[in-house]
């Protein structure tokens, strides 16, 4: 898997190559949902009252602003994702 953000990563994904791209998932216990951010991907800000929910607008989202990044209009490819849950230190 070649990381978002890297030099060339655009290309990688035009190619086929699996991009990974890490989330951040944190609980907001008042508003009784869990939001889903990622610091490689901006504009990728997601609120879900499940994470079944939240897993599947990180899909949407991402595959929206990863298109408008990487493909041109006459690509017509969708990405596809795999999900790596991983525990941060101190969690």
């Known amino acids: ?16 190559i699996t991009i990974r791209i890490p989330v951040n998932v944190e609980r907001d216990t008042q508003a009784q949902v869990y939001i889903a951010t990622s610091p490689k ?3 990728l800000v997601v609120e879900a009252s499940s994470l079944d929910e939240l ?3 990180v899909i949407d989202v991402a ?22 849950e991983q525990a941060m230190a101190g969690s």
């Open 1 to 16: 898997m070649y990381p978002i953000g890297h030099p060339l990563w655009k290309l990688a994904a035009r190619c086929g």
């Open 41 to 43: 991907l901006p504009g």
């Open 55 to 57: 897993r599947a607008e």
């Open 63 to 84: 595959s929206m602003l990863i298109s408008e990044q990487v493909h041109s209009q006459r690509t017509s490819t969708n990405p596809e994702f795999k999900f790596s």
